[in-house]
């Protein structure tokens, strides 16, 4: 949508400058040096004067200077047709008028015979409009290449950051199958009787990942079913002493956010916050309000983890916030004092840092 919608403002501009230059430019240049004093004497030749003008115009601007940019045998049929309007322009220059400045010239010619250099009016007047043309059309030509070479490049950016992004969800589905199957298998060992409901929730969150494999976005309100479900598939194998929480106030069930985004800060929060022995805690907050939302995670830790975030997950998601949110999200990672570990993710929606 906004690469068409470029590519329209840039048609709506080139047809503006032709229409300047058509209707303003040229009869301001031959205003300037008045040839259209050729059209009482010289109607034909004013008029096809007039006609390669624009001839010329659109053939530089439209074949010539595109080929110029292009190289190899483009750029050689450019440069023969550059030539080949020279010598268009060498006729047109031939052509003989007469006027009252000529006749004193060739008179001063005839007084003194030694050479006298210069040219006539009328070809003073040929040349300079063929060079103003040729000039103004070497300006726009070189504005156009210069946005199109910059439109160019960001559209490989974008298909660069696409792919990029694409490559970042291939490893994000890799990295939860294999934390909730060393869960499955954790609990197939102890024997446990949540072993199935285990797999069930697991069946569906494997059916949300795959759903959701392809889409850019998705409302928040299906992403925080998912979150809900990976909690209580985790909770499955955890006893009293763990204190988990998930709270959340969402405003706009519809707001649209990347899949599989918030989950990379739960699963991490579930590797390195829990244990069997001692009491833990994992308490997530997700708050949404106009075009903000906030995602808390804070935990216990009895696990090291790299705060530099050395972590797959965790470095994933740093990149795919760079690349969806440029200068529109916070994330801010650390211990506290007392060892509780602390995720804090701010995006704006509508707005810059």
Known sequence: ???????????????????????I?????????????????????????VGWLYVTYFLYKYYIIPRLFAGGRKRIMALTMILLSIVVTSLFSSYEITSPLYTIHQEYRKSYPHPVWGMRQNQQAVWLHYILVVFFCLAVGMLKEMYRQKMARAEVEYERNRAELALYKAQINPHFLFN???TIYGLLITRSDNTVATLERFINLTKYMYNNANREY???????????????LQQ??????????FTHEVEDDDMSIPPMMLITFVENAFKYGVSSDEPCFIHIRLTQKADRLRFKVKNSTFRHLEVTSGRTGIKNCRRRLELLYPNRHRLDIGHSDDGIFCVVLEIFLNEEL
């Open 236 to 245: 499955l194998r955890l006893n009293e002493n763990a204190d988990v929480r």
């Open 25 to 49: 430019l040229l009869p301001l240049m031959m205003y300037a040096f008045p040839v259209e004093r050729w059209w009482g004497t010289y109607p034909l030749f004013f008029s096809s004067f």
């Open 1 to 23: 949508m906004k690469r068409g919608f470029l590519s329209k403002n840039m048609l709506n501009a080139t047809l503006c400058i032709d229409m300047a230059f058509c209707f």
């Open 218 to 232: 998705i409302p928040l309100v299906e992403d925080v079913e998912y979150i809900e479900q990976y909690i209580a």
């Open 180 to 182: 909730t199957l060393n």
